[in-house]
């Protein structure tokens, strides 16, 4: 159970909750605040990249309402994502626009957040968006200020190199009951019988 990628046992959130209300109630608070920081996170986003207020309240309202979201958000490791997600890309934003290591450092936990809290698909995802983005807004800003090419590639380095450290506890028990329950690929013989 603790290994199955999508449990989200050690989910930070999950485990604060869980001293304060029956877990019933745990499901509903954290889906019902997920909703809503999904909503404020993608608002916060739009408004760090300079869309105005109008665009970035419908794109907030948007993100955390659209049928996606609506239809996955009874599922507690998709909320992880909604509301993480943004937050890393914002915080991506941040470390490389102003060359800020305290948002660097924050991407490292947020993102730590993210795979604690969703599901293993979700989860490559969502860090392959971050990590693209992230990369992408290094070389653009590259080409302008070549002197920020190597401080913002060891941002990033260090952030997802911390990532990896701190998220291990979590990710090699889910690698190793990968490898062990490992299926073999169907052939179009198989497939053609269902």
């Known amino acids: 159970f603790y290994a199955n990628g999508q449990s989200s046992v050690l989910y930070p ?11 019933p109630r745990v499901h509903d608070l954290l889906l019902v605040s997920h909703f809503l920081l999904a909503g404020v996170a993608m608002f916060l986003l739009l408004g760090a990249v300079r869309i105005g207020f109008p ?4 794109g907030g309202l948007a993100w955390m309402t659209n049928s996606f ?12 994502i909604s509301v993480w997600l943004p937050v890393g890309v914002l915080l991506a934003h941040v470390a490389i626009r102003r060359a800020s290591w305290p948002a660097a450092l924050g991407l490292t936990l947020v993102l730590g957040l993210l795979v604690a809290g969703g599901q293993v698909l979700f989860v490559e995802l969502g860090l392959v968006a971050v990590a693209g983005y992230a990369v992408a807004l290094t ?21 997802f190199g911390l990532l990896a450290g701190l998220t291990a ?6 690698l190793a009951l990968a490898d062990r329950s490992a299926r073999v690929s169907l ?5 053609g019988e269902f």
Do not use: F
């Open 13 to 23: 959130p999950r485990l604060a909750l869980t001293l304060a209300a029956s877990a």
């Open 55 to 58: 665009a970035a309240l419908v």
């Open 69 to 80: 979201a609506l239809a996955w958000q009874a599922l507690e490791h998709y909320v992880a």
């Open 139 to 159: 070389v653009c800003r590259a080409r302008d200020d070549r002197e920020s090419l190597a401080g913002n590639a060891a941002r990033l380095v260090i952030s």
């Open 169 to 174: 506890i979590l990710t090699l028990p889910v």
């Open 187 to 191: 052939s179009y013989d198989a497939l």
